[in-house]
Nanobody
Framework: QVQLGESGGGLVQPGGSLRLSCAASGSHFSINAMGWYRQAPGKERELVAAITSGGKTNYADSVKGRFTISRDNAKNTVYLQMNSLKPEDTAVYYC?????????????WGQGTQVTVSS
């Protein structure tokens, strides 16, 4: 059984910063990629940023230059540093992990953490 544990959401003023963390726990798995998605009310879930096991990153155009994704492979943890936050960044942020549990690949989701950007 693998679980993703998220932390770091909250309320922040426009222009502020937050750091999200997501740790994968369990046994007998390896991580191919991890990432963050978000879903605002009335909108579809969208990719924010992703990072492969080799460190290749991918960002949504709307967050490029403001958000940075990183990972600690030893801790099976991914981070999302969010700077210069805007009200339109308000959403529930979900951690995603693409795992190999031999012999199959799986797509795991965290429970979501609320990020609210408001004055």
């Amino acid at each position: 059984q693998v679980q993703l544990g998220e932390s770091g959401g909250g309320l922040v003023q426009p222009g502020g910063s937050l750091r999200l963390s997501c740790a994968a726990s369990g046994s007998h798995f390896s991580i191919n990629a991890m990432g963050w998605y978000r879903q605002a009310p009335g909108k579809e879930r969208e990719l924010v940023a992703a990072i492969t096991s080799g460190g290749k990153t991918n960002y949504a155009d709307s967050v490029k230059g403001r958000f940075t994704i990183s990972r600690d492979n030893a801790k099976n943890t991914v981070y999302l540093q969010m700077n210069s936050l805007k009200p339109e960044d308000t959403a529930v942020y979900y951690c995603n992990a693409k795992l190999l549990i031999v012999p199959n690949n799986y797509n795991y989701w965290g429970q979501g953490t609320q990020v609210t950007v408001s004055s």
